[in-house]
């Protein structure tokens, strides 16, 4: 499953360096608009605890996590949804994510300067989303238009689409993003052949100290970038010593990484044997012959049965032959919901 998040911001607020430390793969920060034209991509894996203590269980010969992907997207300016600064180009970019991961400056660096010659994260904030909020207007006002026409000749699912475009439009009038939009379950099917940048789930990061932005669409994490750099730069023995220092958990890319997992509404399965321990990833509400074709097409198709068990009962045991043993392993049909954390072996034929 191949999931994106775009990383998005102003110029100069600290997305190339963020997108450095996520991945590692060194892309140009220069201190000017536009350095980054072409979207980068790094695929990043998600921290996951559970992964050694299951592979220490099974004396598993490797570690294979689950992965995400973030794009860096060039910096946005004022007029973007307009073609200013390239902005057509880093809009289509956008669209193509499943996420956004908005940057927001609240740093000051007179060696590093800003678009708009002053730091005001809300303001940075607000001129990003007004271009996707304009963006989508547009969107919306071109199909209004070509339904409004279908809707007088008495097409019934045209007058539906009709009355849920002006519902849409209303909302971008006053300047909010189509993700604030309460649907329903037919609405949100008919919502996704727009392709809307607005609704797109978003987390906000705050590159800077202090925590002054003001948001009711997401999820804020703060950090400072510049040291999450470093921090990645390090081995990661050397990264967990400079963690427990700071006298934290886990590093704010962890934090990051993990939220923006979640902001997609993922949740991960395991599987785990002498060969190996893996993590796997699947939509929030999938079935379990839905998992298994995630890890083979044949297995969904052929799915017999699966035999289930949560990753804590499967460490208590032991070993898998002693959670046979104590009952713990469960058979589960086609039609079981999958739950974050499930260890799983499938049957098929």
Same mark, same amino acid.
């Given at each position: 499953m191949s999931l994106s998040i775009a990383i998005v911001g102003l110029p100069n607020v600290g997305k190339s360096t963020l997108f450095n430390a996520l991945t590692n793969k060194k892309v140009e920060a220069s201190n000017y608009?536009?350095?980054?034209?072409?979207?980068? $991509?790094?695929?990043?894996?998600?921290p996951d605890e559970r992964l050694e203590k299951l592979a220490k269980i099974s004396k598993s010969k490797k570690?294979?996590?689950?992965?995400?992907?973030?794009?860096d997207i060039a910096g946005l300016v004022r007029?973007?949804?307009? @073609?200013?600064?390239?902005?057509?180009?880093? #809009?289509?970019?956008?669209?193509?994510?499943?996420?956004?991961? =908005?940057?927001?400056?609240?740093?000051?660096?007179?060696?590093?300067?800003?678009?708009?010659?002053?730091?005001?994260?809300n303001e940075d904030k607000e001129t990003i989303n007004t271009e996707l909020v304009m963006a989508d207007m547009e969107t919306v006002e071109k199909r209004i238009l070509k339904t409004t026409k279908e809707a007088r000749g008495g097409d019934k699912e045209a007058i539906k689409f009709l009355s849920l475009l002006e519902k849409i439009k209303n909302l971008l009038d006053k300047g909010k993003g189509?993700?604030?939009?309460?649907?329903?379950?037919?609405?949100?099917?008919?919502?996704?052949? #727009?392709?809307?940048?607005?609704?797109?789930?978003?987390?906000? $990061?705050?590159?800077?100290?202090?925590?002054? #932005?003001?948001?009711?669409?997401? =999820?804020?994490?703060?950090?400072?970038?510049?040291?999450?750099e470093e921090i990645a730069a390090l081995n990661e023995e050397e990264q967990k010593e400079y963690i427990r220092e700071l006298g934290l958990e886990q590093s704010g890319l962890d934090k990051l990484i993990g939220a923006s997992y979640k902001l997609l509404e993922?949740?991960?399965?395991?599987?785990?044997?002498?060969?190996?321990?893996?993590?796997?990833t699947v939509r929030?509400?999938?079935?379990?012959?839905? %998992? %298994?074709? $995630?890890?083979?097409?044949?297995?969904?198709? @052929?799915?017999?049965? %699966? =035999?289930?068990?949560?990753?804590?009962?499967?460490? =208590?045991?032991?070993?898998? %032959?002693?959670?046979?043993?104590?009952?713990?392993?469960?058979?589960e049909g086609k039609e079981y919901i999958m739950q974050d954390g499930d260890v799983c072996h499938f049957l098929f034929n």
């Open positions: 608009p536009f350095c980054t034209i072409d979207p980068n $991509v790094g695929v990043v894996k998600v570690i294979v996590p689950t992965i995400i992907e973030f794009v007029g973007a949804s307009k @073609g200013e600064g390239l902005g057509n180009k880093f #809009l289509a970019n956008i669209r193509e994510c499943d996420a956004i991961c =908005e940057v927001v400056r609240n740093f000051k660096d007179e060696n590093i300067t800003h678009v708009n010659g002053k730091i005001d994260p189509a993700r604030e939009l309460d649907l329903d379950d037919d609405e949100k099917v008919l919502i996704k052949t #727009l392709n809307l940048l607005s609704i797109k789930p978003i987390i906000y $990061v705050l590159n800077g100290e202090e925590e002054n #932005l003001k948001i009711n669409d997401g =999820e804020i994490i703060k950090l400072n970038i510049k040291l999450e993922l949740i991960t399965f395991l599987t785990t044997g002498q060969e190996e321990t893996k993590a796997w929030s509400g999938a079935k379990a012959s839905q %998992a %298994a074709g $995630v890890i083979h097409t044949d297995f969904e198709k @052929g799915f017999i049965r %699966a =035999e289930i068990i949560n990753w804590q009962e499967f460490l =208590e045991s032991g070993s898998e %032959a002693s959670a046979r043993e104590r009952g713990l392993i469960r058979t």
